[in-house]
């Protein structure tokens, strides 16, 4: 709303500067051509001031009077049209969720890299590391990544159903593997062995490359990894 209003304020604004423009040109034109007076003797009898001042009275209160009138009754106008619409819930399958979280925790290894000089964390303990400095990558009181990121939706029990790649390193090519789905285990790691497939259906795992794109692999294309 904000933005739209600025947007709004500065286009009826320079509308009427437009306008205003115009007006003066056109007023020394015609006083030029009826009185023929050129534009210095305007400025010497000071007519070209007074037709300054009454060009702003005239444009400008109705160009700040228009932005009023418009940016609130298409703001009111839009928020009645979405009132009236029933509005359906738009519901994430498991398999968006599990996407999603792979790509927040692709995300949050890349923000650590940058914090300890281009380094990923250690695989020993990288689960650890992203939960205790959440905040830290955040740069906000509220942490980028919370314990449930972990979980993948579809899976039945566990606290982590995603492993780290220990040979990528944010140096290595993008299209490396970084992180992949794998049965349940806290601090995972390892390669294309940990690979979990029957978390959804169809058959497939959700991969994180070092660029950071996610894609769904079948298992027919897992041998065609990266490690």
Same mark, same amino acid.
């Given at each position: ?5 600025? =947007? ?9 500067? /437009? ?6 040109l056109?007023? $020394?034109? $015609?006083?030029?051509l009826?009185r023929k #007076?050129?534009? @210095?003797? #305007? ?5 070209f ?5 009454v ?7 109705? %160009? ?5 009138i418009?940016?609130f009754? %298409?703001?009111?106008?839009?928020d009645s049209?979405i009132?009236?619409? @029933?509005? =359906?819930?738009?519901? =994430?399958?498991?398999?968006?969720l599990c996407?999603? @979280?792979?790509l +927040?925790?692709?995300?949050?290894? @890349?923000?650590?890299a #940058?914090?300890?000089?281009g380094r990923y ?5 990288w ?5 205790? &400095?959440? $905040? ?6 509220d942490p980028? /990544? ?8 579809s899976?039945?029990? *566990? ?7 220990p040979?990528c390193?944010? +140096?290595? %090519? *993008?299209?490396? $593997? ?7 285990g ?6 294309a &062995?940990l690979?979990?497939?029957?978390h959804? &259906?169809?058959? *497939?795992c959700?991969?994180? !490359?070092?660029?950071g794109?996610?894609? !769904?692999?079948?298992?027919e294309?897992?041998a065609a990894l990266?490690?």
């Amino acid at each position: 709303m904000i933005e739209f209003a600025r =947007e709004s304020y500065l286009f009826c604004i320079f509308a009427g500067l /437009i306008a205003w423009l115009a007006f003066l040109l056109l007023a $020394v034109f $015609v006083l030029s051509l009826t009185r023929k #007076l050129k534009i @210095n003797d #305007l400025i010497k009898k000071r007519k070209f001031i007074f037709i300054a001042v009454v060009g702003a009275i005239v444009f400008l209160p109705p %160009s700040i009077l228009l932005w009023r009138i418009y940016s609130f009754s %298409s703001y009111y106008l839009s928020d009645s049209i979405i009132s009236r619409k @029933n509005i =359906e819930p738009v519901v =994430e399958s498991d398999l968006d969720l599990c996407s999603r @979280n792979i790509l +927040q925790i692709g995300y949050c290894l @890349n923000g650590y890299a #940058l914090l300890h000089n281009g380094r990923y964390p250690d695989p020993n303990w990288w689960c650890d590391l992203l939960i205790a &400095e959440a $905040v830290e990558l955040a740069g906000s009181d509220d942490p980028v /990544i919370t314990p449930k990121d972990f979980i993948c939706p579809s899976a039945v029990w *566990g606290d982590c159903h995603y492993a780290m790649n220990p040979g990528c390193q944010p +140096q290595s %090519s *993008g299209d490396t $593997v970084l992180l992949f789905e794998s049965d349940a285990g806290w601090n995972k790691y390892g390669t294309a &062995e940990l690979m979990a497939f029957d978390h959804h &259906e169809p058959n *497939g795992c959700h991969v994180i !490359f070092n660029d950071g794109t996610v894609e !769904f692999i079948t298992p027919e294309k897992a041998a065609a990894l990266k490690w």
